[in-house]
């Protein structure tokens, strides 16, 4: 009994403190009769405390279910005014791109009058007839609306837009450093411009006129097409082709042996130290091309073009030479280990060096192409 008493005093659990109190009334009125007269009070005592306390827990229970009553009405209130900022938020998206297109519309429209508005050839325009048309704007605002439309098409839609550019005339301007990068540049005049350090990685170069044009090292050519692109005379001094298309081969129909070929000019270019290993150059016009110390190790150049050109120094190794035109070229100090030719190369009336290698089945290239590629593809 005295145990449970000390239970009762110690206990602070107002539960557990019932329980105990519960116990020992029943021990004081069916338990032993001797006990101690105080401990019946101990008990009643006890058990109003526990009834208090369990007042109070209700109490206490009642006002947090009121205060997340109240927390649960904030959160509807915010959730309702969320809700409002953000049609208001959609709508202002929609006023601002409404704007955005207009400005867009506006600004392509005055880029597009800028590469392309003619108006009749004046003196200042050399080599041209007074009937002609001319570009209306100036080589360095054409130059400056080129780049400007890529840039303005590409953020807009947000992706790698292929901005048309095909026909535009960016002749005798500064494009050095300027972004091509897939930018479709058919027909697109580049005559005497700067392209050093250009991207022109994956543009679309089709009877593109680049003669004179200045290239360099930094110039990016990487999987560009410059199959049909006229680069005579341009300057290409230790630029990168091998990643370049520069001939096409097109068969007239399946399983036919008539083929045409699209190939790049490169007559009177200039290609010092250029890098041309393993191109396919077939039908290729190299001449007159100064390919000083130039690396065409692996090429095949069979029915090309290499009269008069210099190939001092430059590297043929393995160089499928079938049928190419060599009649004139420098050969001064050029390794020629293990090219090929047949009976329709043409030496120029010297002897083939001794390291090359005949084919006397002239089986070592494609038949030459009996017909003109531009007239048919143009």
């Not at 659990?13 to 519960?22: F, H, K, S, V």
């Not at 280990?337 to 043409?346: D, I, K, W």
Request: proline residues 3%; negative net charge; charged residues 20%.
């Amino acid at each position: 009994m005295h145990v449970l008493v000390g239970d009762f005093v110690r206990q602070k659990d107002p539960g557990r403190r019932m329980r105990t109190a519960a116990i020992l009334l029943l021990r004081i009125f069916f338990g032993n009769p001797v006990v101690s007269i105080g401990v019946p009070f101990v008990a009643i005592a006890g058990l109003v405390l526990a009834a208090q306390a369990n007042r109070e827990v209700s109490r206490q229970t009642a006002k947090v279910v009121e205060q997340n009553d109240l927390i649960h009405s904030q959160n509807d209130l915010i959730h309702s005014q969320n809700d409002l900022v953000e049609k208001q938020y959609k709508a202002l998206l929609d006023q601002i791109k409404q704007g955005t297109d207009q400005d867009f519309r506006s600004r392509r429209a005055t880029l597009i009058a800028t590469l392309f508005d003619m108006e009749n050839c004046t003196a200042k325009n050399v080599g041209s007839a007074a009937s002609e048309k001319c570009p209306k704007a100036s080589e360095r605002a054409r130059a400056e609306a080129a780049q400007g439309l890529i840039e303005l098409e590409r953020s807009y839609w947000d992706r790698a837009y292929e901005t048309d550019l095909s026909g535009v005339d960016l002749s005798m301007s500064n494009l050095s450093a300027s972004n091509f990068s897939g930018v479709d540049l058919t027909g697109a005049a580049f005559v005497s411009s700067d392209l050093r350090g250009a991207d022109l990685s994956g543009a679309k170069l089709y009877n593109a006129r680049a003669s004179g044009a200045q290239l360099s090292n930094e110039t990016n050519l990487s999987g560009t097409d410059l199959a049909s692109v006229n680069l005579s005379g341009a300057h290409l001094s230790d630029v990168d082709l091998s990643n370049a298309a520069m001939s096409r081969t097109y068969e007239l129909a399946p399983g036919s042996s008539d083929r045409i070929v699209l190939a790049a000019d490169l007559s009177e270019a200039v290609l010092v130290r250029s890098n041309l290993s393993s191109l396919d150059l077939r039908g290729v016009d190299l001449s007159d091309t100064n390919l000083l110390n130039a690396n065409l190790s692996g090429a095949d150049i069979s029915w090309g073009a290499l009269s008069r050109a210099t190939l001092k120094g430059a590297d043929l190794t393995s160089t499928n030479l079938c049928g190419t035109d060599l009649g004139g070229a420098d050969l001064t100090d050029t390794v020629m280990e293990g090219c090929l030719y047949n009976e329709s190369t043409n030496w120029g009336g010297t002897q083939p060096p001794a390291s090359c290698l005949l084919r006397e089945d002239g089986r070592c290239s494609d038949v030459p192409p009996a017909l003109n590629p531009g007239s048919l593809l143009d």
